[in-house]
């Protein structure tokens, strides 16, 4: 069945580190792709996105780029922050069944 | 555009009684869903909404759940005789159909504990 499969956490790093949180999904067809970040307490914010192959979505120093070939999908941000400690979700976006399909999400802390 | 509002963002309710969440849309999003999340997972679909259709509902929404969305815009999730499983975030997203990428915006989630 469609599934997402991430990168297991708890992930920890030092300020200005680089970060590679690995994405990859099984669905049928293109979905479209997106990243989520929440954090604590809080609901879901978007992160950024890619609808079709080689897009690359990109926001507050993030970057993803959507491969078909690997169904992969993995964020990127080369110089991470305090702030960023949050915990990411990729999810792609089923066209037939209309619905976002989530893992269980990367927690990230970022240490000063 | 004031986002996706949720209400009440905090609930705690013995074990037997009636719950009920609403939600409020990104204005002309004819598109709502609802989903959950359990501590430390990722949230679940529940169930959608295109305008005030009910498409889908998931195994997961037993017969003690039920949606609603009347007119088309705001909605509400109701779960009858609560259980201690029931404790979670409920969250509500929306989207625009033949939006770009069909970009879906969450709410700030309503947390039910259930003592």
């Known amino acids: 069945g469609d599934s997402v499969t991430q990168m297991e956490g708890p992930v920890t790093l030092s300020e200005e580190a680089f970060l590679t949180i690995n994405c990859t999904y099984t669905?049928?067809?293109?979905?479209?792709l997106f990243w989520y970040v929440q954090y604590p307490g809080e609901g879901l914010q978007l992160l950024l996105k890619?609808?079709?192959?080689?897009d690359k979505g990109s926001n507050k120093g993030f970057e993803a780029t959507y491969r078909k070939e690997t169904t992969s999908f993995h964020l990127e941000k080369g110089s991470v922050q305090v702030s960023d400690s949050a915990v990411y979700f990729c999810?792609?976006?089923?066209?037939?069944?209309?619905?976002?399909?989530f893992g269980q999400g990367t927690r990230l802390t970022i240490n000063p | 555009d004031t986002g996706v509002s949720q209400d009440p963002r905090h609930k705690i309710t013995k074990r037997g009684q009636n719950v009920t969440f609403r939600c409020d849309p990104i204005?002309?999003?004819?598109?709502l869903y609802w989903y959950r999340q359990t501590l430390g997972q990722g949230p679940e679909f529940l169930t959608y909404?295109?305008?005030?259709?009910?498409?889908?509902k998931s195994r997961l929404l037993s017969d003690r759940f039920s949606a609603e969305r009347p007119k088309g815009s705001f909605s509400t999730l109701e779960i009858q005789r609560t259980e201690q499983g029931d404790s979670a975030m409920y969250l509500c997203?929306?989207?625009?159909?033949?939006?770009?990428?069909?970009?879906?915006?969450f709410g700030e989630g309503s947390w039910l504990t259930v003592v």
């Open positions: 997203a929306s989207s625009s159909q033949g939006a770009a990428g069909n970009t879906i915006y």
């Open positions: 669905a049928t067809g293109y979905p479209s």
């Open positions: 890619a609808t079709k192959a080689d």
């Open positions: 999810a792609p976006y089923l066209q037939g069944a209309q619905k976002l399909v």
């Open positions: 204005s002309e999003h004819n598109r």
């Open positions: 909404f295109q305008n005030e259709a009910q498409l889908e």
